[in-house]
């Protein structure tokens, strides 16, 4: 993952961020908001999923109908996989439905590291 970058285009033109500086992306309609490093944010306009399919990464998933994660920037697990405190102190839900998916991505992810 170190060297791939996602190409996203916003209202000051386009540019690539590597995707080892995505915290998690979130949906807001058709708009994407991407929270980056550096307590820095843009926003898109495509929808999450479109760029789920573009990342298509193993260190990504998806915990919330709103929510897609970087793997490796989760710090912390909260209660029974609830919630995940990310780098930078930002907060995801884990919707009750995504709770086995984030458990498998975390177990494979792991492997890899």
């Known amino acids: 993952m170190d060297n791939k970058k996602l190409l996203i ?3 000051e033109g386009a540019e690539f961020i ?3 500086d995505i915290i998690y992306c979130q949906a807001k309609d058709n708009w994407t908001i991407i929270a980056l490093k550096e307590h820095s944010f843009c926003q898109v306009c495509q ?5 789920e399919e573009r ?3 193993d260190h990504f998933t ?6 897609l994660v970087n793997l490796q920037q989760i710090d912390k697990i909260q209660g029974c996989y609830e919630e995940l405190k990310m780098t930078e102190s930002h907060t995801v839900p884990v919707s ?3 709770k086995k998916e984030l458990k498998q991505a975390l177990k494979t992810t792991m492997k890899l590291m």
């Open 9 to 11: 285009e916003h209202a």
């Open 18 to 20: 590597p995707l080892a």
């Open 47 to 51: 929808t999450l999923k479109s760029i």
């Open 55 to 57: 990342i298509n990464s």
């Open 62 to 67: 998806r915990v919330h109908r709103s929510y």
């Open 96 to 98: 009750r439905r995504r």
